[in-house]
């Protein structure tokens, strides 16, 4: 009678390089986790320093040391936001004036109402020292939550300095950088994607410089309608148009939105007139001012476009928004170089056929 045949073992052996693959893939997983946040930022300043590059590689053709060009460029945009600034409080900070002023007038409309006086009746005082024990109870928590409101203003504050230290030297040092990355790779390599680089670049600053010029456009157009109109704040509506501009697709959309029911308020005829110029200018800006800014530089079509707002806001939000359009431009250049040498292959194969 033969022994039944024993279960062949099998030998499994893992190499060491593979668990060191391993092990610093699951590093980097944990990295990632741990500081999200100092990750994205880090990445927000690099694709500022990216739209900029261009605008500072211009002065450095002139002669400019870079280190001083990308400090003018820096100082020049911060003077245009302190502009944009100044302009949007200055409205609001007189009309915060003239509320002060009417204060005593509103006092006395609301003090010689009935409702007031039955108020302050001697059957209500109670309900007065009620209300005020429990403003009394209710300070610490409201002088908490001022707290907190203010310590998160500091660090945001805080955040935006860091930022723009990070893309201040990311720019002076982008060359150096990528030299020395593409130092470590092979001379085919760095002959394949250094234009590459390049070219990314290029569509980053085209996108972020074309947003920019093009929202610029949409708060003048909604500005002086706004003047033409009547309607109030028509400066601060303007910023708020070009703010929202800067996302793509639909940002455009919200501010005309806004500006018809600012318009509603003075006149159903401003607000259908408003309508009427928002509907127009957006299919100029469309059909006309985009491919006149952009020049072709970022072919994304509109659902692209879309659906990379979309996410990106989900992630950073509002920000996350206005980068979409120049990250997805990057992410279009890499995989068409990436799939270059398989489109050129299916070419000659079918050549061949």
């Known amino acids: 009678m033969s022994e039944p045949s024993r279960p062949q073992q099998v030998d499994l052996r893992v190499p060491w390089s593979t668990l060191a693959k391993l092990a610093v893939f699951g590093a980097a997983v944990v990295l990632v986790v741990v500081a999200l946040d100092v990750l994205l930022s880090i990445f927000v300043a690099v694709v500022l320093a990216l739209g900029l590059d261009p605008v500072v590689a211009a002065l450095v053709r002139r002669g400019w040391k870079r280190g001083r060009a990308a400090l003018a460029v820096f100082a020049a945009l911060f003077l245009g936001v302190a502009v944009i600034v100044l302009v949007t409080v200055g409205p609001l900070w007189d009309q915060v004036k003239e509320f002060v002023a009417e204060i005593p007038a509103y006092w006395q409309q609301i003090s010689s109402s009935d409702a007031f006086q039955t108020f302050i ?99 003048t157009v909604a500005g002086v309608s706004a003047w033409i109109f009547g309607l109030p704040f ?102 068409r170089e990436g799939s270059r040498p398989r489109r050129e292959r299916m070419a000659a194969h079918g050549a061949a056929g």
């Open 121 to 219: 009746s001697s059957s209500s005082q109670e309900k007065v020292k009620t209300t005020l024990e429990d403003l009394a109870k209710g300070l610490p928590d409201a002088a908490s939550a001022l707290l907190g409101a203010a310590g998160g203003v500091f660090g945001s504050l805080l955040s935006l300095v860091t930022l723009t230290f990070l893309a201040l030297f990311m720019l002076i040092e982008r060359p150096t950088i990528t030299e020395w990355l593409f130092g470590l790779a092979p001379p085919a390599v760095r002959a394949r994607w250094h234009p590459v680089v390049e070219e990314s670049i290029s569509a980053v600053s085209a996108s972020l410089i074309g947003n920019v010029a093009i929202s610029l456009v949409a708060a």
């Open 234 to 335: 028509p400066i601060v509506l303007a910023v708020i148009t070009g703010f929202l501009d800067l996302i793509p697709q639909v940002g455009a959309t919200i501010a005309a939105v806004i500006l018809v029911l600012v318009a509603l308020t003075v006149s159903t005829p401003a607000a259908i007139a408003m309508a009427i110029i928002q509907i127009i200018y957006q299919q100029v800006e469309n059909y006309i001012v985009y491919p006149v800014v952009y020049r072709r530089a970022v072919e994304l079509s509109p659902f692209t476009t879309i659906v990379a707002v979309l996410i990106a806001g989900s992630i950073l939000g509002v920000l996350g928004a206005i980068l979409a359009v120049p990250v997805a431009a990057i992410v279009k250049i890499v995989l």
